[in-house]
Nanobody, 123 residues
């Protein structure tokens, strides 16, 4: 069974870059079955899809974050990462990595989730 685990700093200062890593185990990060996704949850906005990286290595983002977000992967380490530049307190949220089935779409199509990690943007 696929397992996902987020890691990274829990506190980031405004204007800095948020960087999180998701480690994938129990399956190949290059599988054609999943898009590896980042999702966040905040009291003000609820659940928000950030983006995902597809088997070819290309990444896609929600328009509101496209200019600041970057998702990449390291296949040798079975990890994919999220970088969010120029953060503000509005980026404070619980950040999740998750696997989106390529045969499905929508919020109910994420088969596996990390436990989530709280990231607070504050000076």
């Amino acid at each position: 069974q696929v397992q996902l685990q987020e890691s990274g700093p829990g506190l980031v200062k405004p204007s800095q870059t948020l960087s999180l890593t998701c480690t994938v185990s129990g399956g190949s990060i290059t599988t054609i079955d999943y898009y590896w996704s980042w999702i966040r949850q905040s009291p003000g906005k609820g659940l928000e899809w950030i983006g995902y990286i597809v088997p070819s290595g290309s990444s896609f983002y929600t328009p509101s974050l496209k200019s600041r977000a970057s998702i990449s992967r390291d296949t040798s380490k079975s990890q994919f990462t999220l970088q969010l530049n120029s953060v503000t307190p509005e980026d404070t949220a619980i950040y999740y990595c998750a696997s989106l089935s390529v045969l499905c779409s929508g919020a109910r199509c994420y088969d596996y989730w990390g436990q989530g990690t709280q990231v607070t943007v504050s000076s």
